[in-house]
């Protein structure tokens, strides 16, 4: 349901309350009469030093969403986008097709999750085959990623996990670092690379490694709002994200 401001659009978003880089990454991008409406799901901000502390913090995860969903619905939002990359990656209970099936069913509005806009934004690049991966994750994360996207018919070429030590963490890594990281899984093989983990603060930094390398970068967070705006009807060009926001 629109209103003044949201003219066009009003969107939910969902995203960890540890996460301080959705909201402002999602605000920069969006357009005239658009509003985001972020919903913070409650999870404690644990260490993430070992395997077992991700699986236990993505357990967490599982468990806050659904009240997230409900609280959201208050502002009736046209659309929800869940802006917690992990949990769309994560093979459990849910895999993300059944998970969007889940929420939408107890939303009764499109849902959408960042392993899907990061597979519909591939797509969209025509014949990407071989990629490269940056995640925030320790190892039972990365796999879980990697697994996802071989699976949907990619060759991970290479991957990079920062090994952040919170959720909360993530969204410290210094620019400098994330820019290193473009370089180290970067070959020429490599048609695309890709970065997940929504609290790392990758968006301007994918727009500038595509000048750098000549070849698409795409950052999670522009991923799921470019396709929340086009699964939409919004076809609006927005600049400073990189090519996906531009020419797609």
């Known amino acids: 349901m629109p209103d003044t401001l949201g003219s066009r659009l009003k969107l939910g978003v969902i995203t960890p309350a540890s996460n301080t880089i959705v909201q402002p990454e999602f605000d920069a991008m969006r ?26 913090m993505m357990s967490a ?61 591939i797509q969209r690049y025509g014949g990407v085959r071989r990629i490269a991966l940056i995640t925030p994750y320790m190892p039972a ?7 996802s996207f071989t699976d949907s018919g990619f060759e991970v070429v290479n991957l990079l996990g920062l090994k952040c030590n919170s959720p909360l963490l993530m969204a410290h890594e210094p620019l400098e670092r994330l820019r290193r990281a473009v370089r180290e899984v970067d070959d020429p093989s490599v048609e695309l690379i890709l970065q997940v983990g929504t609290n790392l603060a990758f968006g301007k930094i994918a727009a500038e490694a595509e000048d750098w390398l000549g070849k698409p970068v795409l950052a999670v967070n522009s991923c799921t709002y470019w396709h929340a705006l086009r699964s939409l009807g919004i076809e609006d060009r927005i600049e400073g994200f990189g090519s996906l926001l531009i020419e797609h």
């Open 141 to 147: 994360g990365d796999a879980q990623v990697r697994r």
């Open 31 to 56: 357009p005239r009469g658009v509003t985001n409406q972020v919903m913070r799901v409650v999870i404690p901000d644990t260490p993430v030093g070992s395997e077992e502390e991700f699986a236990t």
């Open 61 to 121: 995860v599982r468990t806050s969403i659904e009240a997230a969903i409900d609280g959201i619905l208050a502002c009736s939002p046209a659309a929800i986008a869940m802006a917690m990359s992990a949990e769309t990656f994560w093979e459990g209970t849910l895999d993300a097709n059944a998970l969007q099936t889940h929420l939408e069913s107890r939303a009764h509005v499109k849902v959408i999750l960042g392993a899907q806009a990061c597979l519909a934004a």
